[in-house]
């Protein structure tokens, strides 16, 4: 169950009897669909995704999006896919478009800025859902870094107070 009215049930891999390899092309049917054909856009700027490296066919975001933080690593191989991340795939296209007060009646997300290497980036944070789309600023468009589930209480409460802190 969601909390936001905009976004809709997650999409679970029982949904497709625990096979994770069609769970994983419906995902990435989305990704293509909602995501990297065209580009969404925030404030009139287009969102774009990085492509770069590609591995098994599919574009490094698509990987970003429905995989552990690997900052730690960049060797593609090594990523493991996270199911709280695959299950809400469908939801930035929505939470990123939405005016959330105007078309929910409601603040699903509250939206920062944070300053992080000398780059803007401005966060997506919707605490009933527990749930954080990450942008970075550029000259002419946006560069969509991540989104994720945000599992545990700690890092929970640490995220509404880099909002309060940001707001």
Aim: charged share 25%; glycine share 2%.
């Amino acid at each position: 169950m969601c909390y936001c009215p905009q976004l809709e049930p997650i999409i679970e891999l029982a949904n497709y009897q625990g096979n994770f390899t069609i769970y994983e092309e419906y995902l990435y049917n989305v990704f293509l669909e909602s995501l990297f054909s065209q580009p969404i856009y925030y404030n009139g700027l287009p969102i774009y995704l990085k492509k770069y490296p590609v591995f098994r066919d599919k574009e490094s975001s698509f990987y970003h999006l429905t995989c552990k933080d690997f900052n730690h690593t960049n060797i593609e191989a090594q990523r493991e896919p996270d199911l709280r991340r695959c299950e809400r795939l469908h939801w930035i296209k929505p939470a990123i478009e939405t005016n959330h007060i105007s078309e929910c009646h409601q603040t699903c997300f509250y939206i920062y800025n944070k300053e992080v290497r000398n780059k803007t980036r401005l966060h997506f944070f919707n605490p009933q859902d527990r749930y954080m789309i990450v942008l970075e600023k550029r000259e002419t468009y946006y560069l969509l870094i991540t989104a994720y589930y945000i599992e545990y209480e700690n890092m929970l409460n640490k995220k509404i107070r880099e909002y309060e802190d940001n707001k």
